[in-house]
């Protein structure tokens, strides 16, 4: 269990550096990160520990890393 928690961060932390800083298109982020897979849940799990918000893009939703994401990619990738 703990290889695929060590597992699951890493993605976490790639998502949110894939991010960055700027909000992208809810569209373009679950294009690119959605997943069928149960044992790789990298946007559930990232959204459930709150490091994902989501802002008013105009006609769609823009998705952002929140200050506590930013925190855990600043203290795992310095």
Same mark, same amino acid.
């Given at each position: 269990m703990? !290889?695929?928690?060590?597992s699951?961060?890493a993605?976490?932390?790639?998502?949110?550096?894939w991010?960055?800083?700027?909000?992208? +298109?809810?569209?373009?982020?679950? !294009?690119?990160? =959605?997943t069928?897979?149960? =044992?790789?849940p990298?946007?559930?799990?990232?959204?459930?520990?709150?490091?994902? !918000?989501?802002? +008013?893009?105009?006609?769609?939703t823009?998705?952002?890393?929140?200050?506590?994401g930013a925190?855990?990619?600043?203290?795992?990738?310095?």
């Amino acid at each position: 269990m703990i !290889e695929q928690s060590a597992s699951l961060d890493a993605l976490v932390l790639d998502l949110l550096e894939w991010i960055g800083p700027q909000a992208k +298109p809810y569209r373009e982020v679950m !294009e690119a990160w =959605r997943t069928s897979c149960p =044992r790789l849940p990298v946007w559930e799990d990232a959204n459930e520990r709150g490091f994902l !918000e989501y802002r +008013p893009g105009g006609a769609e939703t823009l998705v952002a890393v929140s200050a506590r994401g930013a925190r855990f990619l600043a203290q795992r990738r310095p």
